[in-house]
């Protein structure tokens, strides 16, 4: 157990949490980041990627509705501007089809809102996310080692058990490449792994349609775009980025019929948007984008273009959310990390070839 986690622990039981709970400790918003509600199904997914079952998922809600103000992405600018309250915007990742049929039906029951933030890509064409696939090629291997050949700075070892490391490291190698190589690599990972290509097949209900998005907004959720292909932007041409944002965000608008103000960065960790990506979520009308690699949000002086939010995995205890919503200065504050791995900025990159 950590420091954080023992503190934690330690506020519960002396009941000092729920004290604090009620205490106006900060103010402002926290924006919590979730991707997928259930239990991992051994498929082809990253079972890095669950949040919390669905009876974590509604335990979290209760807590939340007792002690803070749940916004939506409708009523953020407002809660962005106020100089009191303690703000809670509850946002999913991606676009999973659990988030329908498990999360939403538990927001409804508690009359809360969520934002979800689409990658409309997989809607149109729904296929294996790039970090699915590479979870899968790593677990799936009877190899015991993987060599760098040219891709990486060293060879990894996949190990025995779920082999999670292996995992997170090809991931931030992925991270680290341009987007016109990011293709090429995972078909060397499925050679050098002699798996092949995960079937596109598997993920044939993996995502949401169009149908369940336009069913949700009718019950009050939010919506905003996540690009298209969900690439690291920053690693993108300028061209590249303005296709990746703008088509996410006609996408949204035009099945929604309404405006699309609200963006969530691709993997959201410092050094996957730039300048240019700002500049794109510009051209496209977004006016608030939102980063991922923890902290929250203090009244007066933010930026709008990198709103920070921390992450909800299945490793996060009961004791350890409740103090992160109670003190998200010390349980949320920001981590040199971000989406799907816990490192800031992409790998260092090996020596270049083309394979």
């Known amino acids: ?24 400790a900060w103010r402002g918003v926290l924006a919590l980041t979730y991707h997928r509600i259930g239990r991992p199904d051994g498929g082809v997914h990253d079972p890095a990627l669950w949040s919390a079952t669905q009876e974590q998922f509604d335990a979290q809600l209760r807590f939340l509705a007792r002690h803070v103000e749940v916004v939506s992405g409708d009523e953020l600018p407002l809660a962005l501007a ?9 946002t999913f990742d991606d676009g999973y089809r659990d988030n329908y049929e498990l999360a939403y039906p538990v927001l409804r029951a508690h009359g809360l809102p969520a934002t979800f933030f689409l990658t409309t890509g997989f809607l149109d064409r729904p296929h294996v996310a790039w970090w699915d696939e590479i979870s899968w090629i790593v677990r799936s ?9 040219g891709w990486l700075s060293a060879p990894v070892r996949l190990g025995a058990g779920d082999r ?14 341009p987007a016109a190589r990011t293709e ?12 092949g290509r995960a079937d596109p097949a598997a ?16 019950g009050g959720m939010a919506f905003g775009a996540h690009s298209v292909d969900h690439p690291v932007l920053a690693r993108c041409t300028g061209d590249a980025q303005a296709l990746e944002i703008g088509g996410s965000v006609a996408r949204v608008r035009e099945q929604l019929g309404e405006p699309v103000s609200l963006f969530a960065y691709p993997v959201g960790g410092r050094g996957t948007f730039d300048a240019t990506t700002r500049a794109r979520l510009r051209d496209a009308g977004i006016t608030h984008a939102f980063s991922f690699y923890g902290g929250h949000r203090r009244p007066g002086g933010h930026d709008p273009l990198d709103i920070p939010r921390a992450f909800v995995g299945p490793a996060i205890s009961p004791a350890r959310f409740r103090a992160r919503v109670a003190l998200p200065q010390v349980f949320a504050r920001p981590l040199p990390g971000g989406k799907k791995t816990t490192a800031s900025a992409p790998a260092p990159r090996a020596r270049e070839r083309n394979p």
Request: hydrophobic share 50%; with cysteine.
């Open 203 to 218: 993920a044939a209900s993996t995502w949401m349609t169009w149908g369940m998005v336009r069913e949700m907004r009718a």
């Open 184 to 195: 090429p690599y995972l078909d060397w990972l499925a050679r050098a792994c002699a798996t």
């Open 82 to 90: 106020q100089r009191r309250g303690r703000h809670v915007a509850l």
């Open 141 to 149: 291997s009877r190899r015991e080692a993987i060599d760098a050949d």
């Open 1 to 24: 157990m950590g420091r954080a986690e023992a503190l934690a622990a330690a506020l519960d039981r002396t009941g000092l949490g729920s004290i604090l709970a009620r205490v106006p």
């Open 164 to 177: 999670r490391a292996a995992a997170r490291a090809l991931v931030e190698r992925y991270w680290s490449l």
